[in-house]
């Protein structure tokens, strides 16, 4: 089977609207101004008239103005089962990206209501793998007589389209934390793994933690016909990878980790395995989100640590150990810029029409979508 090139679905910081995006909106609406000096004024007063009825998540890579606010804070499968552990309150304001808005609202009860302060902010990741390129797909494990081999893994950091196809196909969830054994279950369980959206957490964890050697891996590239794959690369792959990356991650390179030790002697690299495979091998230690919290929180005073993920957090981490040298891993700014877009703004237009009653910016996955999705989310949960 052929299938077409089509541009990639992405929409920048937002504007215009494109019905294939994990997002597919942008974000109309009147918002405070950014220069009104109340806005955190505003912030506070909102909540605290809210009181129980709202609880906010806040992701790491979010602002630290946003942060200030957030009842919880954590990865974005830690912010959605805090959500469901809150079934109490009826308003969950999800300080992130909009995947994670999604699996909140399926992890949550039917009551609950998920709110994402701005609609624009996507995951360019997220964006690189829409269902109908899935699909796609899937077709040409078919023609290749393998789907029957395959089992289908997909990064939380997925919109529920595609879990929901990975729950259809008796896949799993993962994240950055159980990478691993999500793989040791899925090879249990067949020959093969297609691997969504994240090449990168695919393949450092097929080759650095299975054993799998770069030749068991294949790139399925969805803007070339059949994934630009021969039928015979299909059949030998052990690891099917989907071309998707993080714009985040994606920029450190090899010369950042050889710079950074040039310039800081004895320096540890502490790298998310969304990086790339050189990166990952030229690192020290290589983790999750929580990981990187975890390493610095042990980390013995005076040490030195450039770390490769987004800069929000590593600012934070550097003021929360002012007795220890944190780093960011390389020069150029690196942002996510679709997290940034919850700002205060955005925060007090939430709350502020919360209190007044009005439920602004839901998100909201429909049901039969939310019981495949939910199916291959407790798969996760009942990984070994
Ligand atoms: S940091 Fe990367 S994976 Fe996370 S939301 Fe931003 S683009 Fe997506």
């Given at each position: ?136 797909c899937w077709e040409a494990l078919e023609d290749a007589g393998i789907a029957d081999d395959v ?7 997925s919109s529920a389209d595609i879990k929901a196809f990975v729950g259809r196909h008796g896949g799993t969830v993962c ?210």
């Amino acid at each position: 089977m052929t299938t077409p090139v089509r541009d990639l679905p992405l929409l920048f910081l937002g504007e215009g609207s494109d019905p294939a995006s994990e997002r597919g909106v942008d974000c109309p609406g009147d918002l405070p101004p950014a220069s009104d000096p109340d806005l955190v004024e505003r912030a506070r007063a909102a909540k605290a008239a809210l009181g129980d009825q709202v609880f906010i998540l806040g992701h790491h890579y979010q602002r630290d103005e946003v942060i200030q606010f957030a009842d919880v804070t954590g990865d974005s499968f830690k912010l959605a089962r805090e959500a469901a552990a809150r079934p109490q309150a009826p308003y969950i304001v999800f300080c992130g990206v909009h995947f994670m808005a999604e699996s909140a609202d399926i992890l949550t009860a039917a009551h609950q209501k998920v709110i994402l302060p701005d609609l624009a902010a996507g995951c360019s990741m997220a964006d690189m793998a829409t269902f109908d390129q899935v699909e796609e797909c899937w077709e040409a494990l078919e023609d290749a007589g393998i789907a029957d081999d395959v089992v289908p893994v997909t990064y939380m950091n997925s919109s529920a389209d595609i879990k929901a196809f990975v729950g259809r196909h008796g896949g799993t969830v993962c994240t950055s934390s159980n990478a691993k054994r999500a793989l040791d279950w899925a090879y249990g369980k067949g020959k093969k793994v297609l691997f969504l959206p994240d090449q990168h957490l695919g393949r450092n964890t097929a080759v650095l933690e299975m054993g799998l050697s770069l030749d068991d891996c294949v790139v399925y590239n969805p803007h070339r016909p059949d994934g630009g794959l021969s039928r015979k690369e299909l059949r030998e792959a052990r690891m099917i990878l989907w071309r998707g990356h993080c714009s985040v991650h994606g920029r450190f390179s090899k010369e950042s980790v050889d710079e950074v030790r040039a310039r800081v002697p004895g320096v540890n690299v502490l790298v998310h395995p969304e990086c790339r495979h050189e990166v990952v091998l030229g690192a020290d230690r290589v983790g999750s989100t929580e990981y990187i919290i975890k390493t610095l929180d042990a980390a013995p005073p005076g040490s030195s640590w450039a770390v490769g993920t987004e800069l929000n957090l590593v600012r934070r981490l550097a003021n929360a150990h002012p007795d220890k040298n944190v780093m960011f891993l390389d020069k150029a700014v690196c942002f996510c810029s679709t997290m940034n877009r919850i700002d205060l703004p955005h925060l007090v237009r939430s709350l502020e029409t919360l209190a007044a009653g009005e439920v602004v910016n839901r998100i909201e996955v429909d049901a039969e979508t939310a019981r495949h999705a939910r199916a291959a989310l407790d798969q996760m949960l009942a990984l070994p």
